[in-house]
């Protein structure tokens, strides 16, 4: 009988212990967490070698991408607060730099300005990962001095901000046409704007990236970022078209980005309280829109303006995070045919997940 009831309790204790899962072994994220540090800590390692072994590691995707995937290697291996993430994001990022340089060794013919930045944000990152030229790094000043701001930033940022008149190229004939045109001199179609916030955020990152190299594309860094102020208020959403919201969301991430040098110092939420308000407005909206890329900018964003896990959002972020990584390590739409789709939303979730290494807080920019 003794042994009857010792079975029976066994197997009601297993049921019990099944009904309400395994224990989680390791330190909660915080108290009462769905997740643990060491979860964390997986999935972001996950993540980072999707990106090398499936991307960076793909020789047409490396040529196309290859400045961009240099930069999110050199930027985890500097920032990160975990060691063996440094770690593993230098020995990836030298590895790949070692080999941009094979494929960068001269420069095409014929460059457009946007491949020409590219190079420069390539030589950038590739010589802060160790693997230096100097001869491209000269080759590269003299080529981009002959160009103008305009044919970099669309905009002179030393007179005007950003405009709403500059038309994209025309959708039927490919022709440029002049700013202030509407319709295309060449074929008549209608054109297309250009989105000042757009507009806005790539002249942060091109000046941002030309200053940091010595390579200036067209303008300064201080330039840009003194029509702030201009780009305020940011847009909401609207019903049915989002590409205004999103912009300005893009637009203040990026503020936050090139300001504190990528996630290496932390930002007063006193320096740019447009900007935190509207990120703390609108982080959940990525839940809603099932979109972990963006999801990762906000809470990089929002931690290096001192958000921790005391506050809910970033709580709220972290478990969105977690629970819709890819079965391969990835995050976003697995069936994405752009490269750019699958390494983007992963790059941008690690950095929404990771710790960092803050060394201060910056201060308030003089517009």
Known sequence: MRAIFACAFLVGAAIALVAVGSPRHGTPLWPGSRYTREERDRAIRRGLNFIYDSIARNPDDFREYGHDLLDAFYNIAVTSENRELRRMAW???????????RIHATLPADLWPSDLTDLVFGEDSATRLGVPDARMHTLLRETAARLSVIDYLAFDPAIEPPPSNFPKACKKCGHQNQRGATVCTRCGEKLTMWNKYDLYQDALINTYTGDRAGITLGAHYVDVLHWLPALRPYPPRKPGDNDDYYAGVYTVTHVVYTYNDYSVSRLSPACFPE?????????????????????GEFLDSLRSF??????????????YLLSVQNPDGSWGDVKDPDPYGRYHPTWTSIDGLRDYRWKRVLPCPAY
């Not at 030298?94 to 941009?100: C, D, F, G, T, V």
């Not at 900007?275 to 999801?295: G, S, W, Y």
């Not at 001192?306 to 478990?319: H, S, V």
């Open 306 to 319: 001192g958000l921790t896990f005391a506050d809910q959002l970033i709580r709220t972020g972290f478990d």
């Open 91 to 101: 020995n990836m990022g030298h590895e790949r730099a070692i080999e941009y340089r």
């Open 275 to 295: 900007e935190f308000e509207h990120l703390k407005a609108n982080l959940r909206e990525a839940i809603a829109d099932k979109d972990p890329e963006t999801m």
